[in-house]
């Protein structure tokens, strides 16, 4: 089973700051089944990233990722007040998905 | 607009049983493979189980395999979760969440969510 390990636990930032949330499995998997998203408290669940690298639809273009094999990195080029949440990076494999613990940025 | 909306959570006690439903609108529901996703309180995301659009693929985490339930009725647009033996540890808010496609080819994120319904298993 791939472990997903998310760092940092927590990130302090300013808006206008730029933001690299690090996603890391615990063996190689594909990149097209690596996911990003955001979860803003008392929100569900957004979708920011498919395929590693993909935006999903509607979201800003300040928001990026990249990575392959084991290493994921989520970038986000300028903070706006609004992008001050919660994220997790998720996978894909053999039938079973699994979520990293998540990156809290906070001001 | 895609709409997801979960309902059936309750307090409930150790052993006992409860049917999540969720109902879904805004896309054709035959069309994407569906699932459930859970977050206990203060906690992160736990996927709990998929199945594809005509309900002949289905899968579940071992946390709840032998005691969980997917279901879908096209017909009815909806998308259901049998909990039985529920137990402590299954105390969370249950989302639905649409897949991209319809088969476990493409079934490998979630596009849309539902707000959730909250279930408690306390005694």
């Known amino acids: 089973e791939i472990v997903l390990t998310q760092s940092p636990g927590t990130l302090s930032l300013s808006p206008g700051e730029r933001a690299t949330l690090s996603c890391r499995a615990s063996?190689?998997?594909?990149?097209?089944?690596l996911a990003w998203y955001q979860q803003k408290p008392g929100q569900a669940p957004r979708l920011l990233i498919y395929?590693?690298?993909s935006r999903a639809t509607g979201i800003p273009d300040r928001f990026s990722g990249s990575g392959s094999a084991t290493d994921f990195t989520l970038t986000i080029s300028r903070l706006e007040p609004e992008d001050f949440a919660v994220y997790y990076c998720q996978h894909y494999g053999s039938s079973l998905f699994t979520f990293g613990p998540g990156t809290k940025v906070d001001i | 607009e895609v709409q997801l909306v979960e309902s059936g959570g309750d307090l409930v006690q150790p052993g006992r049983s409860l049917r999540l439903s969720c109902a879904a609108s805004?896309?054709?529901?035959?069309?994407?493979?569906m699932h459930w996703v859970r977050q206990a309180p203060g906690k992160g995301l736990e996927w709990v189980s998929g199945v594809t659009w005509n309900s002949d693929n289905i899968a579940y985490a071992d946390s709840v395999k032998g005691r969980f339930t997917i279901s879908r009725d096209n017909a009815k647009r909806s998308l259901y979760l049998q909990m039985n033996s529920l137990r402590a540890e299954d105390t969370a808010l249950y989302y639905c969440a649409k897949a991209p496609g319809a088969h476990t080819s493409t079934w490998y994120f979630f596009d849309y969510w539902g707000q959730g319904t909250l279930v408690a298993v306390s005694s």
């Open positions: 395929g590693a690298s």
């Open positions: 063996q190689s998997v594909s990149s097209s089944y």
């Open positions: 805004g896309f054709t529901f035959d069309d994407y493979a």
